[in-house]
């Protein structure tokens, strides 16, 4: 039986292994740092997902990703009549796969409770089975043992905060103080926390989108209205996994989702003038002078608020260079704000063209 | 703990619950029959597919299918490190989940062996797991005993037959001898089987197109040139399981893949006429008179051979009305053959345009 | 030379000819009724349009319309200095290539002035350049000597109504009181106007969406959120042109846009019984019983308030069937506003499933 | 009414001059040069095109082009009855129109007559009426003595040429003694003349994809398998008519379209070279090497007859990376034929992977 199978195991597996290529998504790098496209926040059969862990790999590589984690709950186990239970099984099943091809994964793991503390993903654990403990506290403080990142996901979903408005508890506080947590969710699947951004400028955490999916990503993001999938972007001295932890220790990322970018105005703002590019005027008569703007990014970004005499709004649509007349009647900084580069709570970035 | 995540599960059910939509797939209905639009051949995690079973119900609705059978394999188990060996388990978690979405499931497995004999699904079994055995014939026996349909799959499979073509050994003689043989693939995921259509001819077997999918039906078959996932249509006297059953049996199936229509030409003629409409002349000058033909399929129809005098080729768009110009001077009847409606391995179907 | 182009033109004619698919849209008939799809308010380079008048036909005919009106500017001609002002030009050339396609030609014009009286387009004319004179009101009166129906065109333009809100001055009253205007646009191009309803049902106007396009249909309605290009619904006894103009002037229209109906309860009404029909259930358990929505038009409808104890919102996809699950406990009739079917400035459909 | 009309016309000027964005399309420079993406051949309202001229400014910038050529027939002029016959109309049109969007625009014409010679474009003329004479020869002297480069045309256009296979007549080998004879079409609209690249390499014309487009570019380009327009690829040595100019009487040019490159390798490979970059091993393992190979142009390359041992074929997508697998075990260098760039009537690129 064995030999007559062989001839069949050995084509499914070459079919397979044809699959490999990385769609290029445009995002700049900052200086002295890569971009890394990530998605920390990801399920499968092995808690209440609905694929083997390897499709989860197919999909980063198809969406240009060079990071992700999956994070299965340790406590949600739907599946267990028909999976045994093993903490580490996608673990065990994609760490080679995913260094073949030349994609990091991170080792992570849900730690599932209700709110608070709510949902956390820890993040570059060794062993997740030693954190399906019973006292949350203790499966906190056996990640951090492991030297993991602490992430709050959802912090505002609205089955455990039905107002959607993510609240600290004690918990959380305690967390802070204790230098416990890192990173809170800003974006989690089509879900979006304003307020997580308050948070993490007060408690200096790393700001995140993830997909957090259970299904398949290009089906549950394929609405013309998403664009893409939630990425995390993280600026990282290289493309390795140590630095990666290392950058997101240190709290470099940006949140991208539905064409919108969450973060700090230090990220933000260095990240937004490496994607556009003014152009040098190419024409001009009495009244105005005419020059292009160049986005060479794969996010559109929607200029308003603009200078008295200048145009009001501008569209600078993504990979794309737009075109702008202005009065030569124009003396003033040709200042904007960016509506879709959220650097607070009710805050958008101000940026200045230089032509 | 377990009353803390009470609220949680609640939440995540009645969002998994809330999808159920089937599309509408415009197929028209044979007088005496309706037309059940079905895929006998797809796989999940419980052998070597890459998703949990209900993905493949969710995946029917979404598409407009009103049958399937799971068909996971008996013989490769690539996944039985992680997942115990249960031939049933993707029926018992489908059963009761496919019956609230009104989709007719059938409960089927695939009896994995080289070739000859090939690869083999047996459909309507009772219990898969008595199928598990070493002998492929005691295999074939155990699934007729429950009544089974068996269906030779991908006949031509180039790991199998390194020049794709189709060929009858021994046993495949001695299965028909018995009657123990239904059905044939002329139609598996993107390979076609021309020689399937003699065979099914010879040995009166239903012919099928089946996805014989192992990752995601809408990333397979996504490239535009597929158009659509594989279906075997099936005339059944109602839209039951029973009555599906009967008209499998019957072989009262045509194959439809890739735009194409293959199948006997008792049910491709009159399928035909049931898609296609020639309107009354709304115009007429000098030379020509001009109508509508209407064809009310997801199908296009692309004739060719017209009649000297008349338009050599006509594409019928589907879901569209073809304008035809007819020159005064031709009195023969309009006949054309269709592309796209193999009657045989190398016949195509001759119909008359009656306007 | 002229003996050497003949080959040429010969051919160049027949490829144009070819062209000839009309899309079948997903409208179902009224009792009594066809339901025509059509629209009338079109632009073309005979005024300030960009496109040639016979692409105004094959992008009907694409888009699966029944009837339109091509309705150049009277007073607006830009190209002028390229083209000789002929007011009928675009309905000369188009007269006979939109009778040998089967699409009905309305023959119309455009009477373009500030507000008010604003932009009316004048329908069923016979020679729109009588129509090219100093006074309005002798344009109106030109008009309707020649049988024309007035259609008030985007009364709400910002450009002449700078808060969008339409309203009704002196010479609408002496129009209305005169039984010389006839219609209103609901939808213009990308604009809405939901003042209009008050005026048509106060006024006894018959309610349209036009497009009012300059450049390409397929490229001014290409995002994902318009979905479908403007079309004004028509309930004609007959898909003839003058069936077409009874009904206009009996006021038997809907406005359709961006998955949006408008237009009065005692046609929205029987219109959204003829797309939806409630199949009967098809399973039931101890607390449910389940059942089929099927939406046989291209419209989806999003049902919201729901009775207590029922799915709180439905949205019943187009050509789709989409599953009920509903609670037995449940005894009041299944009644649910139609987000989406406008019946006034401020009301929608109200409407019950009956099951 | 002058004034009444002021308010409307301001509107609308605004209205259309707020388009103005130029797509990226990824087309890497050669050293010393810049790639120009450019289409020659277009035709308006003012031949027998559907179109107003500034309609082909906008969709060369929507669709990335930095040049083109606006050609309208000198001969064949269907709309004259409509549209007073001025062989310069096109250009007054758009030629500030086109240099306020930062479009460089070459005025040409089309010189029809039936083969031989067929039909010629005129580029860089200074006035196309000098060239409506009824010699043929005479016609391209005017053009020669205004500085003309003289592109043959679809040369085997099946109503010129039934078979389709291009072929030299006495005047063409007049015109290439005479030096007036510079460039011909090896795509033209959906149509693709291999043996045109025999007569390119032969007497040194330069290679052109031209869309030779009559209705609108979207909708004529629009099936899946184009997947982009006919473009020619120039190679100037700057952004400017000048340059561009200089390049094409230099031969500096590729011809794109439905993902082939055609042209002389001089051109072909470099250009192969800056759209690939081979990346360094990213890990190994006894037996196989593991390195991407990144391609950033929007073609895609297929690669085949790979050497002994490796890959047999690779597909390098468009702007992705793609993961190349290799045998230890070989030590000769990794060659492929690049089976969608033809340098030759039968030919086709020979490149090496250098890992």
Known sequence: MKKKLMFLLVIITVTIAGFGQRKTVNMPDLPGYVTLKCDFHLHTVFSDGNVW?????????????????????????????????????????????????NLILVHGTEITRSMPPGHMNALFVQDASMLAVDSVWDA????????????????GWKSQQPDGIPRMYD????????????GIEFYNDSDHYPRAMTFAKEHNLAVFANSDVHSVISERFAAPAFNHRPMTLVFAKARTHEALKEA?????????????????????????????????????????????????????????????????????????????????????????????ILTGEKEVLRVELKY
């Open 53 to 101: 862990p390897t499709v989860r790999i197919d999909e980063a590589l198809r969406d240009g990703l060079d990071a992700i984690a999956i994070t299965d709950h340790l406590e949600y186990l739907p599946k267990k009549d028909f999976i045994p239970v093993d903490h580490n099984a996608a673990w065990k099943i994609t760490e080679s796969y995913a260094r073949e091809r």
């Open 171 to 182: 918990i959380h506080y305690k967390l802070i103080k204790n230098g416990w947590l890192h």
């Open 248 to 340: 997101l220790f240190a709290g470099r990322t940006l949140a991208y989702f539905r064409d919108m970018i969450g973060g700090k105005e230090e990220y933000a703002k260095p990240f937004f003038y490496q994607c556009v590019k003014v152009g040098k005027p190419y024409y001009q008569n009495d009244k105005s002078i005419f020059f292009e703007v160049t986005n060479n990014s794969n996010i559109p970004f929607y200029l308003e608020n603009g200078v008295p005499g200048a145009p009001a709004t501008i569209t600078l649509a993504a990979n794309s260079s737009t075109r702008i007349v202005l009065s030569k009647k124009i003396t003033t900084p040709l200042a904007y704000d960016v509506k879709n």
């Open 140 to 155: 906190y403080e056996a990640a951090i043992k492991q030297g993991a990142f602490l992430l709050w996901n959802h912090p």
